[in-house]
């Protein structure tokens, strides 16, 4: 393969429309911009969202704060309250017997907050590398859950 044998995709380019090219070509006269009017013009254009002068909704609108949607799925457990539970095995249902998490959580994820004073074995839970690393030395296990992906 040579560079200058490269060639696009059959279909990837589009030829342009010819316009003003006589009436039996669809495109003639108007050239597709209908008669008159702002965007009939030569350089005929408004800004998105402009309303003809009118306050544009996105201004007219109240400015509303963010709510987290993944925040009501996903439960944030302190390493510290894993010691509250008298389970060796600690799980969803166990958090949420234990009110650790809300019962509408799909999810959970333990963070190292306060230290952990007894061997407990987590299981699909989310663990992040600090608190894994705190259950692993008090004792305990981990077991099929993923550590918290590195920022990008």
Same mark, same amino acid.
């Given at each position: 393969?040579? @560079?200058?044998?490269?060639?696009?995709?059959?279909?990837?380019?589009?030829?342009?429309?010819? @316009?003003?090219?006589?009436?039996?070509?669809?495109?003639?006269?108007?050239?597709?911009?209908?008669?008159?009017?702002?965007?009939?013009?030569?350089?005929?254009?408004?800004?998105?969202?402009?309303?003809?002068?009118?306050?544009?909704?996105?201004?007219?609108?109240?400015?509303?704060?963010?709510?987290?949607?993944?925040?009501?799925?996903?439960?944030?457990?302190? @390493?510290?309250?894993?010691?509250?539970?008298?389970?060796?095995?600690?799980?969803?249902?166990? @958090?949420?017997?234990?009110?650790?998490?809300?019962?509408?959580?799909?999810?959970?994820?333990?963070?190292?907050?306060?230290?952990?004073?007894?061997?407990?074995?987590?299981?699909?839970?989310?663990?992040?590398?600090?608190?894994?690393?705190?259950?692993?030395?008090?004792?305990?296990?981990?077991?099929?859950?993923?550590?918290?992906?590195?920022?990008?």
């Amino acid at each position: 393969m040579r @560079l200058n044998t490269i060639k696009c995709a059959r279909g990837a380019k589009s030829k342009a429309k010819r @316009l003003g090219r006589g009436i039996g070509s669809g495109l003639g006269k108007t050239c597709g911009h209908g008669h008159k009017g702002q965007k009939a013009r030569a350089g005929g254009y408004h800004k998105v969202g402009f309303e003809g002068g009118q306050m544009p909704l996105q201004r007219r609108l109240p400015k509303r704060g963010f709510r987290s949607q993944m925040k009501r799925d996903v439960g944030q457990v302190r @390493l510290h309250e894993l010691n509250r539970l008298d389970d060796k095995v600690i799980d969803l249902a166990a @958090l949420k017997k234990a009110n650790i998490v809300s019962r509408q959580v799909e999810r959970a994820r333990v963070f190292r907050s306060g230290t952990l004073e007894k061997p407990v074995t987590v299981r699909g839970i989310t663990v992040t590398k600090g608190a894994r690393e705190a259950i692993l030395r008090a004792g305990g296990k981990v077991e099929d859950s993923a550590t918290k992906p590195e920022a990008q």
